[in-house]
């Protein structure tokens, strides 16, 4: 059975399972149980129905955070103005609802991407290089953001946050494009050791805690590097996709998804985790076409690099994409005594294991 923030499963009392993309289905069976057998805190680990939860915990009495706080998160176009009141540098930017809304956006920037307000994980998202683009649009894009397209490598920081402090932070370097899994690239990212990266990454996390007002949260933000600073791209209120987690604990301790539920009962947030080893961390993630999963090939890979690996997939098994960067076939944690040998070892995995896929 599946664990929650390495919580045995024995302590559950019933796991019920349902679409995160189905918000109805959610908030009613928050609802009945609530209203059976009483909830004393709703933890949302899905970006999807962070709102849902919001809502429930309102008409039902539960303590935490409500959809106004929410939603600063979730709509891309409320989370920008909020990134702007607090002095961050933001890419150029308009909510739209039909294609022809992007053109003065685009004849602006030459470069633009339009993706949904709401969307979560890099998907539906599109990357218009001109004019002639636009064609590749549907005409009718409700609740759309269009942005400026900015050239520049993509952090992550992954922090918790208690009482308006930040407890634990880690700032990391993607090492590929977030919208890898669309052509079936690997992704991977490293833990950065950058002086002045991590310095302007922190005061960014600070200056976004402050201006939305974040008292108790787990937070993912992101951020492209340009030549003069940070350009601020999204700020997630729950734990990072993927493999963060897993490389956020390896690295500090910390098991941000066991931070969202302590900071959701109030209990102090502290590392779950005593046997942190030195050196540096990072992740990869693999991704597979629609078909028949097979195997996924590590032969060249040494145990010694691995902290963890995880196969999403039984051998035999009909396998289809989500469409988002967290959905991989498998991914692996990565140790190394510093950033370059980390990144140096994801590149050679990227070359070298293989996810084999059944023709029949």
Known sequence: MAKVA???????????GFSIDDDAATES?????????????????????QLCGARVRASEGIAGHREEWVQRFRDKDVMKSFARKAGLRCADSVPVDLRSEVAPLLAR????????????GS???HILDGPDDLALLPADIENHQAEEFIEGAMIHVD???QHGRVVVSVVSRYLDSTLSHTDG??????VSEDPRLRSDALSMLDSVVLGFEIDHAVV???AFVVDDGLVFNEIACRAGGGSIVETVTAHTGYNLMGSMIDLEMGVPLTSRNESVEPGCHGFVLFYAPPGIFDAVDTAEVPEDWIVRSRIGARSGQVVSPIGRAGGSICSFVVRGADEAEVEHRIRHMQKSVAVRMRSE
């Open 6 to 16: 390495s919580t045995p499963a024995s302590q559950f009392v019933s796991i019920l």
């Open 29 to 49: 069976i928050l609802k009945s149980i609530s209203q059976t057998s009483g909830l004393d805190a709703i933890v949302v680990f899905p970006e999807n129905l």
């Open 109 to 120: 920037h030459g470069k633009v991407v339009v993706k949904p307000r709401d969307g979560a």
């Open 123 to 125: 998907a539906g998202v």
């Open 159 to 161: 922090a918790a946050v």
């Open 185 to 190: 690239r690997p992704l991977g990212s490293v």
């Open 220 to 222: 993912h933000l992101e």
